[in-house]
């Protein structure tokens, strides 16, 4: 019954590129509203990035100029292209997906980034 699986998280060094995916099971993607946002070691969830049915994205100030959010309705995915990547931006990345009073979180992907 898991609707959202993410993958693409791992270890790198400061200055990376990462790319994240968010793969859906769910019919009718196309008329979801996408997200990310991910979860620190203050394990608060904040708000990363936005992209409507039309891919139509918004970006957190932390992120804006180096985050990139895509999504393919056809193939029901949401990506997430990160660069220049920091030691603060080492956290749990959590995809999410929401038409009207449905609501669907994947389980997350880990990003760390250390030298």
């Known amino acids: 019954q898991v609707m959202l699986a993410e993958s693409g998280g791992r270890q790198v060094q400061p200055g990376a590129s990462l790319r994240l995916s968010c793969n859906t099971s769910?019919?009718?993607?196309?008329?979801?509203?996408a997200a990310w946002y991910r979860q620190g070691p203050g394990n608060t969830r904040e708000l990363v990035a936005t992209i409507t049915p039309l891919g139509k994205p918004t970006y957190a100030d932390f992120v804006k100029g180096r985050f990139t959010v895509s999504r393919n309705n056809v193939a029901r995915t949401m990506d997430l292209q990160m660069t220049g990547l920091t030691t603060e931006d080492t956290a749990l990345y959590i995809c999410?997906?929401?038409?009207?009073?449905?609501?669907?979180w994947g389980r997350g992907t880990r990003v760390t980034v250390t030298s």
């Open positions: 769910l019919s009718g993607f196309g008329v979801f509203d």
């Open positions: 999410n997906a929401k038409y009207l009073q449905r609501s669907y």
